[in-house]
């Protein structure tokens, strides 16, 4: 074989059959004094240490040290596995800056995968605004200062196909090493949470999700891929950096964009098939709504700022009925902010009015106002208006202002999705009380600080988060094999998520079960989520089981330390 003959095997390593040891690496092509030369030298024992999904550390047995080559690499301490998540936590507590803990837990991942996984499981309120939002966001700011090692896909307009040449795309996803993907969420980093441009350094948020996709929704790690699009940015100042990761230049859109996305779907579906679940994840509204509706019919995909949001937020208002009383369709809801998320909600809440009251889709939307930069979206503003948007544009005389708009309309929701922060004022928070006995006021705009209230500062509140869908969600889809999210799917995830809350919970005016408890909750998403996928026609993970919360429970990844023989 020509390509036999062309290898050089002095190149290659050795691994010697009775030690195990594997030994090789550069020829002395240079003369080199062998006395002085590095000889690299890769043990089995090695190798597991540094590997982070099978390493323990400390934890592997004498047996294991034995078995395994690991004799005289580890001190000779045996610890639990519960021991060293304790010493990590009080570790990690000893930094004071959350983006120290971010980077000591990101270590973490990179060096022991089950121990921060377990970790993460246990302590998930402590460490969720670390792993997730409000953290993640500035460790998307910092990407490229505290940028270690790729824990995802980077995949930029270098592997574009161009000019009838071939592109990169598939190549570039045979180069990650795991072959049985689940899950992929992507981003374009163009709007990361409410911060902007982030572009290549948005990579914190898909490895931000996908481990809670694990930890909440048991989905395998090794099943998850992170990606991030690269092309370009416009933020000037990100590009400017000395230390930035990703292209500088300015953003491309139009055919170019389209192109490299499409060559990117049709790469993943050769590769990993077609119930592989591609998740957007902070795309700017202009192609996030529009990325949607391209693929939707052909692929499975979902976005969580459009689907997760407003099924998180539909279960809450879903379950404060239970407090205030009546219909879906008794009240009146505005939203501030008409991006993604607003939008998404409004459309889901739509359905599910229409569904519960037997009315249009249309009718139900009467129920429900937007109110975006330039204030209340009424029928005067038609000509600019963005189709989405016009769907919710009723006749009444322009508002600029959001109390004013509370005044006039006088909504019995509110539900803030702006990226402003504070803007719902004590005198906003003041009209709700006055108008309503029981008002429902809901800030969702990340990070914290972009919130458009505090807990304090709001009378009837609960921090929603889309955390509490989408590891189900996807696990629903995972489960039943699904090939499609349909609009349905995404209701039934909310009505899932409305039933774990209790009465007593409610009582207490809170509208969201506890995150402790987050795994059962995602099972039960799971579970519902695909019983709608298997009732539609589109799973094809068959026999349908019958108890698909029990199943949900048991396809879940345990992040406790399997024994090697
Ligand atoms: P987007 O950019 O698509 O939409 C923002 C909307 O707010 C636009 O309609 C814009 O016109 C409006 N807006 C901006 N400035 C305004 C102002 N001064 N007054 C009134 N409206 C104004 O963004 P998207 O995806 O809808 O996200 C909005 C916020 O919601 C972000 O902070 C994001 O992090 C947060 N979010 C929170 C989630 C959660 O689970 N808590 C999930 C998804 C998004």
């Known amino acids: 074989m020509a390509g036999a003959e062309e290898r050089n095997d002095a190149d290659m390593p050795m691994r010697d059959d009775a030690t195990g040891v594997v030994t090789g690496g550069v020829e002395d092509a240079y003369g080199e004094d062998r006395a002085t030369e590095d000889q690299p030298i890769i043990t089995p024992g090695h190798s597991l240490l540094r ?56 270590d973490l991942q990179e060096r022991n995968e089950r121990l921060f996984y377990k970790l993460l499981i246990d302590n998930v309120e402590e460490l969720l605004p670390i792993v997730y939002t409000p953290t993640e966001g500035e460790a998307c700011q910092k990407y490229g200062s505290i940028f270690t090692r790729p824990q995802g896909l980077y995949i930029s307009l270098n592997e574009k196909c161009a000019f009838l040449v071939r592109g990169r795309v598939l190549e570039t996803l045979r180069n990650w090493p795991e072959k049985n993907i689940q ?30 996709y694990t930890a909440l929704g048991g989905v395998r790690p090794s099943a998850c891929l992170p990606v991030t699009i690269d092309v370009g940015s416009n933020n000037e100042d990100l590009i400017k950096d000395e230390f930035y990761i990703g292209l500088r230049q300015r953003r491309v859109t139009g055919q170019e964009y389209s192109e490299l996305l499409d060559e990117f779907m049709a790469a993943v579906r050769q590769n990993y098939g077609q119930d592989v679940l591609v998740q957007f994840e902070d795309f700017a509204n202009h192609s996030a709504f529009t990325l949607l509706e391209k693929y939707r019919e052909n692929h499975l995909v979902s976005n969580d700022d459009i689907q997760g949001t407003a099924a998180v937020v539909l279960a809450g208002l879903i379950a404060a009925l239970k407090s205030t009383g009546g219909t879906l369709a008794d009240h009146t809801f505005l939203f501030f902010g008409a991006g993604e998320a ?28 937007l109110d975006d930069a330039k204030g209340l979206i009424v029928t005067s ?36 999705s702006s990226g402003v922060g504070q803007s719902f004022t004590k005198e906003v928070i003041e009209a709700m009380s006055s108008i309503n006995e029981r008002p429902i006021i809901l800030a969702l705009s990340n990070p914290t600080s972009k919130s458009e209230c505090t807990a304090e500062q709001a009378y009837s509140w609960s921090q929603a988060n889309n955390a509490y869908i989408f590891p189900g969600f ?57 019983a709608k996928a298997y009732d539609l026609g589109l799973a094809s993970q068959l026999p349908r089981p019958k108890d698909l919360v029990k199943y949900a429970e048991s396809c879940m990844y345990n992040p406790v330390y399997r024994s090697y023989r």
């Open 474 to 530: 996807g696990l629903g889809l995972v489960i039943s094999g699904a090939i499609r999210v349909k609009d349905d799917m995404v209701l039934a995830a909310a009505e899932g998520l409305a039933e774990q809350i209790t009465p007593e919970q409610i009582d207490k005016g809170q509208i969201y079960p506890p995150f402790s408890n987050t795994r059962k909750i995602s099972a039960n998403i799971a579970a519902r989520v695909a």
């Open 51 to 106: 590997d982070p999904r099978h390493n323990k550390g400390l934890a592997f047995t004498e047996k294991e040290r034995d078995a395994h080559y690991l004799r005289g690499l580890l001190p000779p301490a045996v610890l639990s596995q519960e021991l060293q998540e304790k010493r990590v936590l009080q570790n990690l507590r000893q930094f004071k800056v959350p983006l120290q803990r971010y980077m000591a837990l990101t």
């Open 183 to 212: 899950v992929i969420v992507v981003t374009d980093g163009e709007r990361i949470l409410g911060l902007g441009d982030l572009a290549c350094q948005g990579m914190g948020i898909p490895v931000g999700k996908l481990a809670l």
């Open 342 to 369: 607003g939008t998404g909600i409004a459309e889901l809440l739509a359905l599910a009015i229409s569904r519960q009251s037997k009315v249009s889709v249309e009718e139900a939307r009467k129920k429900i106002w």
């Open 381 to 416: 503003r038609n000509e600019t208006l963005e189709p989405f948007n016009k769907r919710y544009a009723h006749k009444h005389e322009p508002i600029k202002d959001l109390l004013e708009a509370v005044k006039a309309i006088k909504p019995t929701a509110l539900i803030g």
